[in-house]
């Protein structure tokens, strides 16, 4: 399985980007997604997961209300639509995925089987 995260650039503060995850593959449909980022000298955080059957969608609070997870199963690739950017949003990005999990793993990076090879997202003030 392989992830090939893009989509990443440099964009001023209040700008929109969005981010592709395209995965190799016959079962992406049983998989949950998820996106996680990692800012300098900081740990890696979750930002945002959609379950195998894009039923359920989880968002880390600081990125509620502007960031949309959502996925594309014809095409084995998951996004991330972000709005509203901010310097705080300024870190790399990492699509990850693995077979269903349970709900409480959803947003902990250690679930996750899967993952890309990030995707730097700065965003200027």
């Known amino acids: 399985v392989q992830l090939q995260a893009s989509g990443g650039g440099l964009v001023q503060t209040g700008g929109s980007l969005r981010l592709s995850c395209v995965a190799s593959?016959?079962?992406?449909?049983?998989?949950?997604m998820g996106w996680f980022r990692q800012a300098p000298g900081k740990e890696r955080e979750f930002v945002a997961c959609?379950?195998?059957?894009?039923?359920?969608?989880i968002y880390a609070n600081s990125v509620k209300g502007r960031f949309t997870i959502s996925r594309d199963n014809a095409k084995n690739t998951a996004y991330l639509q972000m709005n509203s950017l901010n310097p705080d949003d300024t870190a790399v990005y990492y699509c990850?995925?693995?077979?269903?999990?349970?709900?409480?793993?959803?947003?902990?990076?250690?679930?996750?089987?899967?993952w890309g090879q990030g995707t730097l997202v700065t965003v200027s003030s």
């Open positions: 959609m379950r195998y059957s894009g039923g359920t969608t």
């Open positions: 990850a995925a693995t077979p269903r999990v349970a709900y409480s793993g959803l947003a902990q990076p250690s679930s996750y089987n899967y």
């Open positions: 593959g016959r079962t992406f449909r049983d998989w949950d």
